[in-house]
C-alpha cells in the first residue's frame, strides 16, 4: 500500500497546483490502484500531469476540458485532445477542433501536439489523467474528477475562459466560482455531435476578443 507520503513524494514538481488538497487526500489512493492495476496505463506515468507541469496555476488563461487519455499506445501526450507530433491520421475529434480551427481563424497547427498552446496559459485537462490501453474511458470512476473539480475552482478564483464541450465537462461548470469569466459551451468535437453546434462555434477568435478586451494576449492557436 502506497503512504501518503510516498504517493506525494511521487508526484512531479507541480508548482502551486500542488497545493491542492486532492494530492493529499485522493492522489495516495489513486496512485496504489494504478500500480495495482495489471493493464498498461496510458499515459507513461511521466506524462501523467503534463498538463499542470506545462500551464502553471498563474499562468492559466483559458481551460478546455476533454473527457480521458487517447487509448491507443503512442498517442496520449497529457494534453486534452492533443497527440505526440508524429501521430497520422489526427484522432477524430482532433481533426474537427482543426476544421473548425481553419474556419475560424484560418489556420491550426502543423501537427497534433497541443504543447504550444499550454505555454500560452491553455490548459489543456482531462477530467481522468489516465487511462488502460485500449480501454476508453477505463478510468472515469477512479477519482480523478475531484482533481478537475478543484482547478475549476482554483483558476475561477481569477477572471478566466472556460471551454465546455459536450453533456460530460458541462456537468463541471457548476464548480466555476462567479466572477469574471468567459464560459463557454458546444457540442463536443466528437463525430458524432460536432454538427449539433460545435462546427461554427467561433469559439477560439471569441476567447481571444475576450482577453485582449481585458488587456491580454491573444492566444496564437495557429502554433
Known sequence: MTSPEEAASLAPSLGRWGDLAFFTEDWPGIKARLDADYRAILPPE?????????????????VILGQDPYP????????AFSVAPDVLPLPRSLSNIYKELQADVGDHPPTGDLQNWAHQGVLLLNSALSVPSGEANGHKDLGWERLVQQVIARTSQA???YVFWGKQAQRLEKYVHPGDHLILKTAHPSPLSAHRGFFGSGVFSKINQWLTLRGSKAIDWTA
Not at 511521466?46 to 483559458?62: G, I, N, W
Not at 491507443?72 to 494534453?79: C, D, F, M
Open 72 to 79: 491507443t499506445p503512442g498517442h496520449a501526450n497529457g494534453l
Open 46 to 62: 511521466t506524462l501523467r500531469f503534463a498538463a499542470l507541469e506545462l500551464t502553471p496555476l498563474d499562468q492559466t488563461r483559458v
Open 159 to 161: 477572471p478566466t475562459v
